[in-house]
């Protein structure tokens, strides 16, 4: 008998439960208790929802970020916080985000540096370790999940951990040291942490393992060889846990560490399936990912099926069938969108519709396809719905297509002339101060937009409204005297959920939310058809913004690599022909916002680098087609028209002189979190346009001092120009709220004069 199980399940809860749970804890409005309350009941709704299922993840939870948490699982805390009062909830918060609950006023601890986890839009909080780093097991967390599940009548638990190497591998050297040198430290502490769990009635352990996808040195692999070899004298039988890609090069290694089961990735690593089914030694488990835990399509079952079928002829009570990764990075249940269009509801499947068609499969392979018939009739009449849908092509768009020549991704001129121009035109001071766009979008903004959705106030009045919102970020600006504005986005609900609003081949759910980091939660639109931009989207809320003052007024856009990497996308064709499609949409939108006379630009592409391959080799084809879509979208402007982009919460380095490429006259990026180390590239690499690293960490409550702010772009300057620097925040101010926002971005303005002042001697 095949068993079928899950890697993980959504733990925001299905109404962002946990999000309303932590921000009251965060504002002084719950206790401890409450919080800790709210989080187990939607842990118990969670177990409940996967009771089908053969073995249920536990662990999978976490009041934050699972990374955090394995870190203080194993006492990996920053030095900064220890000895600190408080508990260690508290202790948990200030490392997440700079402060708890207990800390108001309290401007001491830097939270830890967060960045992508793999190449998802999930963010995960970076463990920090140094030479002389040690660990020591703290399972209480763990345990008490545990012994809950139990108690809630789950007797096939399969607690969830991230595996000792990847662990290693996400974590940030704070000296010279290597991560890998503490390897003999760490393992002692996971063979202690296993023995516990088995202590407690584990039979199964599943240990994540995803960096056996990427790219590893000899002295990686020697590890897991070390690692497993040593854990293999534990008692709960490992789940040895791979997802995001394929093994390839890692293959033989993953199928020959001493563990109990494999999971593989077949939805991503279909291809090399076959290898995997004739390498796994016969005494192994192999768990096969056949849902798609990253998109919200529903799965052909039948197509599954043909190929499932005789693996499990070959594999019979070995094999496990399960989502390709947790399904964290989908929405809970699609039962509750009430609202959305039929059509393209009857192709979708969130959380609680994975798990149904994982129970179909499962019967399928235990008792033939004919005991679940009917549910295989009604997949199939969803799947072919939506391949022969007229709604999905528009020949139109595949004409423009064919019609995109080199030309469209070429400025006038080179960014030596455009620049000269650009600041004989704008006038700005040394160290220009902006924002990246948002403001605090208060509860009155967000009441507003409600009642427009429910029709229960006029377009009129829902404009009328917006624009009071606007005039008075426009105001505030003047009033702290920023040098180049914004108009606060308060008509926006999302960065990428707006413009989609406004684009044909796009569907949007009510409740599709998904955790990015903390209680931040984004609702990505469905891109099921092609794109097209009907009518302008920002142009008027800018022009309005405009007339208000005499400063420059940035047009905020949200750029074609983000919209794809942020919203649920097609799988019916390559990602880059539908990255086109957008970067011809937003090219209309760059080009209309020039002619309604706005000369600055800001196209933000937060989400550049998460799109990457994990794998190096395979970077370039992507960074090929992600550039020409932004250039696309950016180019078809005036020289005296200044570009600019946006990226944050990623690592660069690498890919900078592809960041080079998109040609953008100013780029901002986040160097807050990171004390600048961002930055260190630029001591190799000689980047020729300007550059606005962020000074203010948006991610945390904290307001910084003019010493900080001054001292990271002290640090910015020692790589960069003076005269090609921009001061700003690390990333939009939409979270915040204004009484943090004023005085952040006071203390701002104050640091870029204290530079200039310094500059001019």
Not at 123 to 138: C, G, Q
Not at 570 to 597: K, M, N, S
Not at 692 to 707: A, C, M, Q
Request: hydrophobic letters at 40%.
């Amino acid at each position: 008998m095949a068993l079928i199980h899950n890697l993980g399940f959504p733990r925001i809860g299905a109404r962002r439960e946990l999000k309303f749970a932590q921000e009251a804890f965060w504002k002084g409005q719950a206790s401890a208790t409450e919080l800790l309350a709210n989080a187990k009941e939607i842990r118990t709704i969670n177990w409940k929802a996967q009771q089908t299922l053969d073995f249920v993840p536990v662990g999978d939870f976490s009041l934050y970020d699972q990374v955090l948490d394995m870190s203080f699982t194993l006492g990996n805390l920053p030095a900064r916080v220890r000895g600190l009062a408080g508990s260690e909830l508290d202790n948990y918060f200030r490392v997440a985000r700079g402060r708890s609950a207990n800390d108001t006023g309290c401007n001491c601890i830097h939270a830890s540096e967060m960045t992508k986890w793999f190449d998802t839009n999930y963010h995960y909080i970076v463990p920090e370790v140094t030479a002389a780093t040690t660990f020591s097991l703290n399972a209480e967390r763990l345990l008490t999940q545990l012994a809950e599940a139990q108690k809630s009548g789950v007797n096939n638990a399969k607690p969830v951990i991230i595996g000792p190497l990847t662990y290693l591998w996400l974590c940030k050297e704070k000296d010279d040291s290597s991560r890998l040198d503490l390897l003999a430290k760490l393992l002692p502490v996971y063979s202690e942490l296993l023995e516990k769990l088995a202590d407690a009635g584990a039979q199964w352990v599943q240990v994540d393992e995803p960096i056996l996808v990427t790219e590893l040195s000899s002295e990686w692999r020697q590890a897991f060889e070390t690692a497993y070899h040593t854990l293999k004298a534990d008692r709960p039988q490992l789940l040895l846990t791979t997802y995001f890609g394929t093994l390839q090069d890692n293959l033989q290694l993953a199928c020959n560490l001493p563990v109990a089961g494999l999971h593989v990735d077949a939805v991503r690593g279909h291809a090399e399936l076959t290898k995997v089914v004739d390498w796994l030694p016969a005494h192994k488990v192999l768990s096969v990912g056949a849902i798609n835990g990253r998109n919200i399509w529903k799965t052909d079952l039948n197509a599954t099926l043909d190929w499932l079928e005789p693996i499990a002829e070959k594999l019979g009570d070995r094999l496990w069938i399960a989502p390709s990764c947790s399904l964290l990075h989908v929405p809970v249940d699609l039962d509750s969108e009430e609202a959305l269009d039929e059509d393209i509801r009857s192709w979708l499947a969130f959380a609680k519709q994975k798990l149904s068609e994982l129970y179909v499969l499962g019967k399928a392979i235990n008792e033939g396809r004919d005991a679940v018939a009917l549910q295989l009739q009604a997949n199939q009449l969803a799947i072919d719905s939506r391949n022969h849908s007229t709604r999905v092509h528009n020949p139109a768009v595949k004409e423009a297509l064919r019609n995109i020549t080199p030309a469209l991704g070429q400025r006038q001129s080179a960014y030596p002339q455009r620049a000269a121009i650009q600041k004989a035109n704008l006038r700005l001071p040394l160290y220009p101060t902006t924002t990246i766009g948002s403001f605090p979008q208060t509860p009155d903004i967000r009441k507003t937009r409600q009642a427009f959705k429910k029709q229960e106030i006029s377009a009129a009045e829902y404009s009328a409204k917006m624009k009071a919102e606007i005039g008075h970020a426009v105001r505030e600006q003047e009033k702290l005297g920023l040098d180049v504005l914004v108009h606060g986005e308060a008509e926006r609900n999302d960065m990428v959920e707006y413009f989609g609003e406004q684009l044909e081949g796009y569907a949007f759910s009510q409740y599709g939310w998904v955790q990015s980091y903390g209680s931040r939660c984004v609702k990505p639109p469905v891109l099921f058809g092609d794109i097209r931009r009907p009518q302008a989207m920002t142009v008027d809320w800018i022009r309005y913004a405009q007339s208000l003052t005499s400063k420059p007024m940035k047009g905020m856009l949200t750029g074609p690599v983000t919209i794809l990497n942020w919203s649920f996308v097609r799988d019916d064709q390559p990602r880059r022909d539908t990255c086109r499609q957008l970067a011809l949409a937003i090219r209309e939108e760059v080009q209309d916002l020039e002619a309604a006379g706005v000369n600055i630009i800001q196209i933000d592409e937060a989400a550049l680098r998460e799109g990457l391959p994990l794998r190096q080799s395979e970077w370039q084809e992507y960074l090929d087609w992600a550039v020409e879509s932004f250039r696309i979208s950016a180019n078809g402007v005036r020289d005296e028209t200044q570009i600019h982009t946006h990226m944050c919460y990623s690592e660069f380095n690498d890919i900078i002189e592809s960041i080079a490429r998109m040609d953008a006259d100013v780029i901002t990026i986040e160097t807050s979190r990171s004390d600048m180390e961002l930055l260190d590239v630029f001591e190799q690499f000689d980047y020729p346009n300007e550059i606005g690293p962020g000074v203010y960490d948006i991610h945390s409550p904290n307001i910084p001092t003019v010493e900080q702010m001054i001292t990271l772009m002290q640090k910015a300057a020692e790589r960069i120009p003076a005269e090609r620097l921009w001061v700003n925040p690390d990333c939009g101010l939409k979270t915040r709220q204004w009484a943090e926002v004023i005085p952040s971005l006071e203390n701002m303005v104050a640091a870029a004069a204290a530079l200039r002042a310094a500059a001019r001697g």
